[in-house]
């Protein structure tokens, strides 16, 4: 089974540039977040999204949003980037059992680094 | 809110030491869920475990162990005769059992390193 892809690997942007992130979740899962991991910052949740559509999002500014396709794949836009936002961008998926999201656990991918100099 | 405290930051052993990494929840919710997961160098999270608030059964997987207590709030991981290969930063993480409430919350993490 293919776990949780994302691409690109790297990304370097200039300050003020749009960066556009992708996801594709593991077969089956239909929800997908993404987390920022930054330097001295820790893992924090930045955006869930479940069956196309966006459920709850982290304490980030607009400029960082994204979609969920009938695939259930997704991305992440940030735009206007700045400096701060250089970090590890790390997607997840999970499946449901009935109403209840938080019954199977989430699985990463392997993370896109984001660089803006 | 929630919050995950992991006091320890940073934990050196030699190969072959058994090692307790720490981790403490608050959470206001009777029903929630707990996790590790291992960040090796090449940066994926790999799921570990998953414990839910109405299970403290202690869990052991191979040289792996868990032990979950409600009444001080830890959740801690203990590695017995760790390994090289054991090197890396894990997390704790806590989620509810409600939709909008299913993400992560982590901890800062903590890096071990398994000296040969």
């Known amino acids: 089974e293919a776990g949780v892809t994302q691409s690109p690997t790297h990304l370097i942007k200039t300050r003020g540039q749009q960066a556009t992130l992708r996801c594709s979740p593991i077969?089956?899962?239909?929800?997908v977040y993404w987390y920022q991991q930054a330097l001295g910052l820790g893992l924090q949740f930045l955006l869930w999204?479940?069956?196309?559509?966006?459920?709850n999002r982290g304490n980030f500014p607009p400029r960082f949003s994204g979609r969920q396709f009938p695939n259930y794949s997704s991305e992440l836009n940030v735009n206007a980037l700045e400096l701060e936002d250089s970090a590890l961008y790390l997607c997840a998926s999970s499946g449901r059992t009935g109403t209840f999201y938080s019954n199977q656990p989430q699985h990463f991918g392997d993370g896109t680094r984001l660089s803006i100099l | 809110a929630q919050k995950v405290t992991q006091a320890q930051t940073e934990i050196s052993v030699v190969e072959k030491e058994d090692v307790t990494l720490d981790c403490v929840y608050e959470?206001?919710?009777?029903?929630?869920?707990l996790f590790w997961y291992k960040q090796p160098p090449s940066g994926e999270l790999v799921f570990l475990i998953r414990?839910?608030?109405?299970?403290?059964q202690n869990e052991i997987s191979g040289r792996y162990s868990w032990n979950f207590q409600k009444s001080t709030s830890s959740f801690n991981f203990t590695i017995t005769a760790s390994q090289v290969v054991d090197s890396a930063v894990y997390f704790c993480a806590l989620s509810l059992d409600t939709g909008a409430n299913s993400k992560l919350t982590f901890g800062k993490g903590i890096t071990l390193s398994v000296r040969p």
């Open positions: 414990r839910n608030s109405f299970d403290e």
């Open positions: 077969s089956g899962h239909t929800s």
């Open positions: 999204y479940d069956e196309g559509e966006e459920r």
């Open positions: 959470t206001r919710d009777t029903t929630y869920y």
